[in-house]
């Protein structure tokens, strides 16, 4: 659990030997791009490597140092390849200074946030207090005690391949390798708090740069690439309005952001504001997200790359990076594959069209799209349509641009033959068909089948009753009002960013693909960073118009602010939050028990969601926390009523400790407010082994 400094220096040569090895592989693939562009790519490069060799050993070795090792020894190879010629590539210094400089503002801006996102880990990653408590913030309170767990479970049980540490017997389907990456740094011996924040700074470094990245090869423009940055990463909304005290009644103040539990200008439900900060409610707290979007995002600049100028050996890399996104962030390989569709329809079609053909007329497409919404909505109201109509609305339109898609492929071909699409998409695609299809069979679809919480007709993810249109202009603000304004004035080249927004949007309005309705953000975050892309480009357009003109500096100024402001403060609560998350005799317990038991032993526990034994032991649980299992799709009710028999009725559930294999019981405050505990009949059967202020530990001989 807290490792040593030793363990701390193999982790992070472990994970920089891995991020060397994916820089050489890129460094030789992307030959015609800039430096900062390989260092970028080769970055996720080596994630994606770390994340994914050690798993391919693991199925023969378990998760063990074995495994490990051959997935080093597994890189040489490559790095062999990589390096051939390598003196000759290497840019010179003047080069290099000279591409930085070119980028220096997003570098410095880059710099500044990089400084805050280290400071929000370091404040909120399980820190201890003088009396041996552990703290974290608000915004990790929940989710990082499941991510914790996974990765220590993962780690000291090493079985392969895992399982819920928090429902033994039930497989690990959730994508549990965003947490492997940081389990592999502490089975080399790293401090739990070190191997959980290591990987997530370089992967927040790869979406920044991935983010701006993008932008700029689609926009051309580093001010707009800019800009993209600030709307998306400082996302908030018109939040900030509720904490204006507009009437004698009062309601809530400025001071209420920084002091209350979630009641931020990003995240205060009881208004229906639920588009929350990227950093503070979505990297921060959920991994999977983090690690996902930090291949997402690179993958769809290859893609782009690939389909809009022509760089066809790009497919190739692109189809290995998506691939290996199902078991690190399932939401994210959706997400690619919605824009890859979006993509593909887009290709044919430019490529059947005709020269007297009229673009599209992306402006009435928007207006469409939101009337048929909007009616979705009243009809929903009316109750005239019911959750399963609209899931079958879905799949009609989603099967109608299919057989569009079919119909330009037949043009297509018919036009230019099947060579070049034989040459480039067919490879993207059997890529994806061979590598991150097993994926799917061995962890996703049995998961998802025969689940009625998992995939189901819902309207309008978060939506709690405002009018359609209203709950998303007062959730993201002005960069929604700009980015539907560079729709609707016919930017050129809208077209690539405009499809993905509209097949996403679609999809995640009428489906959703987990129990938490609410997690369809997922997805139309990816889509919201296009929106953003648009928005800045006709934000900076129009600025160059009227720039001129008398206090339009002013004017520009005030959008900005006021676009930015509710994720500013948001993020603000988050650099002032501090909470409990493990009492300092809870932490004594976890040592004892990781020093004192077996990797795999069963230990009796209520079912709260920051419980110190699954999250710094690894060990497993009778049965955890709702919280958590509920949206992964297990039922937990059976066994929660053991769970508690046995505290109760330990003298008559002798059978039930036999069942679950229990090792360990153990009882405090937690466990004493959750059932009516019969202690005096555990101590009759039992044999307390540990003891600290109100925990103890009994052990089933």
Known sequence: MFGSTLGNLLGTLYFVYFQIAGILVMWRLLKKEGTLTRLLLGSVTGSVLLQWLPILFAFLFDFTIISHILALLATLPLCLWAGLNLKTDIPHTITILSQASYHKVFLIVAGFTMVFWIYLLHTHTIPLDEAGAMLTGQCTYGDMNMHLGFITS???????????SLFPGAKLSYPFLSDSISSSIYLMGASLRYAYILPMVAAFLQILGSVYLLTLTILRSRAKALLTYF????????????????SRDGGYSLKDIFTGFYTTPTNLVEHNIRWVNVIADMFLPQRATLFGYAILFPSIWLLYKAVFQNRRDYFLPAGILVSALPMIHTHSFLGMGLISAAWLLTYLYKSTKSDNQRPLPTGWIILFFAIVMCLLQILLKKEALQPNDLFTFCIMGLVICILYGIYLLIRHIASNGYRQLLQTWCIYLLCVLLLALPQLLIWTFGHVIGNTNMLRGHFNWGNQGDFYLWFYLKNMGLPFILGIAGICAKRKGITPLLMP???????????????NVYDNNKLLYIAYLFLCVIAADYSVELYRKVKDLGGAKWLTGCVLFFSLLSGVLTLGREVVSEYQLYGSNHVELAKYIEENTLPDAVILTNTRHNNEVASLTGRNLVCGADTFLYYHGIDTTERKIHVQQMYENPAASLDLYTQYDVD???????????????????QQLFTPVFQSGDVVLYKID
């Open 664 to 682: 360990y019981i153990v009882v405090s405050s937690w466990e004493r407010s959750s059932y009516a505990v019969d202690e005096p009949t555990l």
């Open 231 to 246: 709307f998306f990463f400082l996302n908030g909304g018109l939040g900030f309005f509720y904490f204006i005290n507009w």
């Open 154 to 164: 993962i780690a000291n049980q090493g079985t392969f391949p895992p399982e819920y």
């Open 501 to 515: 927004i509209l097949v996403i949007w679609f999809v995640i309005e009428l489906i959703v693909f987990q129990p």
